[in-house]
């Protein structure tokens, strides 16, 4: 076995061993030679390189988003630690578990001239759980921050830094250890629900004719079915979910925007719920928010071990438990309260599907056109990741299979990295992957395909509207140069020369017909990643999107 000589790097490297974090991704350059010598040489771990830091972090914050346990970044001194930011800033806000390790210069070489040398240190303060600002030599007090910087985001669910001061020379090495490291236990409260709680809280349920429970972001198996079977059956619930909370059943709502849009303030004011209760993370719909942030229950409880967002501005309670400790407890204590909450919701969704079939049948090729032709042709079984902007608004507005998983970026919300993430994804999830994305976030992040990990079965949808066109649908904009240049960034670029240099398959798409065709020989190649790019009318897509809400009444 080969290690590095600086027993610092050693001392990382070993714990993050012992503490079972064995992905690694590692951003070239030399001051982290020490962690990528011993990473590299250590079989122990799955090692990747990619050398665009942005891209980087995002892949392994598709890692880890499927493995549920902490990937590492590794990287040199300087600004390549800077790029990190984005990725760390939304496993902050999706709580992923990601351990950034940053090579660093000794401490008496900041701020004196040399290259490639920033103040490093506590650089993602605003969003780590947990900073390891380590000294030159091994420790046990460096010991101590390294153990406790990866229990930290293996316990609370989020990204942590560890900067590490290397002095030259960094590629020396030796064939034993010279460091005897300490491992630190992780500990792990096992949280319940209290019994006061219970009862007080039960009673205020057991009187309400009018409970809404919203779900948000989850992960795929979150929730065990029997619960929401329980739920489901009760008169005075009513389940609103999203595309990315991977849940599913008969009665749920499963298309928020399609429901409540047309609403007048007369039936606002008749279904704004008591109580509210939340659970799973980021919440997609704009127009639920406004609804409930405007006509707000009474009451809104949050189910998350961690942490709870005031999101609709008047939360009264937070349950520090799993939903699924939750509702193991409280749901003994719930009766059947007579309610025509559920009925009513139901006649409204039947009417809302019948206008939506209607609209759709008619519609000419457009955005809104290519999502249902699209969703409705997904193979099942499958990974969908849905980049952001107007790609997971459109997904929202369409069941999909309750096979498919469906994964977005919805912590910062940002479009950055999304194919990134993607891959990273299908690189950690033997699944076939797909990715829903537009054109200014695939062109943004157009770096994640210089990338050696792709697999065969990773494909990518790319919608092509000529810019961003999630600033056509919202509200303002007018046709001016000022709009094209700054806000739509107008552009007549494709990604056909993009898929020849990384060697994907490339497949366009221009009408229904043509989507529709391209979709069949699409889900069938396997022995090479594949991108289908679908070309959709600039100027109609929120045209249609608003004849389509205003269908919907």
């Not at 920033?118 to 650089?123: D, L, M, P």
């Not at 157009?446 to 990990?453: D, I, K």
């Not at 989507?515 to 990643?529: C, G, M, N, V």
Request: glycine share 4%.
């Amino acid at each position: 076995m080969i290690y590095p000589k600086i027993p610092l790097a050693q001392s990382i490297i070993e714990i993050c061993d012992a503490k079972g974090v064995h992905d690694i991704v590692i951003s070239p350059g030399s001051r982290n030679a020490p962690l990528t010598i011993g990473f590299a040489n250590n079989p122990n771990f799955n090692c990747y390189s990619i050398a665009d830091e942005r891209c980087a972090a995002f892949f392994a914050l598709g890692m880890a988003q499927q493995k549920k346990k902490p990937v590492a970044v590794v990287c040199t001194s300087g600004s390549a630690v800077l790029n990190y930011y984005p990725a760390f800033a939304e496993a902050f806000y999706s709580q992923i578990p990601l351990v950034v390790i940053s090579a660093d210069r000794p401490l008496e070489k900041i701020d004196i001239g040399d290259g490639q040398t920033i103040r490093q240190e506590n650089v993602f303060l605003n969003h780590s759980l947990y900073n390891a600002n380590l000294t030159e030599e091994a420790s046990e007090e460096n010991d101590v921050f390294i153990n406790e910087a990866i229990n930290v985001a293996i316990a609370h669910k989020g990204p942590v830094h560890i900067n590490a001061p290397f002095e030259e020379p960094l590629y020396e090495t030796v064939n034993k250890l010279t460091v005897d490291v300490n491992v630190t236990s992780l500990f792990k409260p096992h949280r319940t629900v209290r019994v006061e709680d219970i009862i007080a809280f039960s009673t205020l349920w057991n009187h309400s004719q009018k409970i809404l429970i919203l779900v948000g972001e989850l992960a795929p198996n979150t929730i065990e079915q029997k619960w929401i079977d329980l739920l489901a059956e009760l008169p005075s619930v009513v389940i609103m979910t999203e595309t990315t909370s991977n849940l599913h059943h008969p009665t749920v709502i499963n298309t928020i925007d399609t429901l409540i849009t047309p609403f007048s303030a007369k039936e606002f004011t008749e279904l704004q719920p008591r109580i509210l209760v939340t659970f799973g993370g980021m919440i997609v719909s704009k127009r639920i928010k406004a609804f409930l942030r405007k006509y707000k229950p009474r009451h809104h409880w949050h189910i998350d071990e961690l942490r709870a967002y005031d999101t609709f501005g008047m939360l009264t309670k937070h349950f520090h438990v799993t939903p699924n400790q939750f509702f193991s407890q409280f749901l003994p204590f719930v009766k059947t309260v007579e309610s025509d909450y559920k009925r009513t919701f139901a006649t409204l969704l039947r009417n809302r599907k019948d206008s939506h079939k209607k609209y759709m049948a008619q519609l000419s090729f457009c955005d809104l056109k290519a999502f249902e032709v699209i969703l409705s042709d997904l193979p099942p079984n499958i990974q969908l990741q849905v980049s952001n902007s107007a790609a997971i608004r459109y997904t929202q507005l369409f069941d999909i299979d309750a096979s498919i998983q469906v994964f977005c970026n919805r912590g910062t919300s940002g479009i950055d990295g999304s194919t990134s993430t993607a891959i990273g994804a299908a690189v950690a999830n033997s699944r076939p992957t797909v990715l829903i994305t537009g054109d200014v976030g695939f062109l943004y992040d157009s770096n994640a395909l210089w990338n050696n990990y792709i697999p065969k079965n990773f494909k990518i949808i790319l919608m092509n509207n000529g810019g961003g066109g999630i600033f056509r649908i919202l509200p303002g904009h007018q046709e001016n140069e000022t709009f094209h240049t700054y806000f739509e960034t107008s552009h007549c670029l494709t990604a056909e020369h993009l898929a020849k240099m990384y060697r994907l398959e490339y497949i366009t798409a221009h009408n229904h017909e043509t989507l529709a065709q391209s979709l069949k020989h699409f889900f069938t190649i396997s022995d090479q990643p594949a991108i289908l790019e679908v070309f959709t009318p600039t100027r109609e897509n929120d045209l249609r999107l608003k004849e389509y809400f205003k269908a919907l009444a």
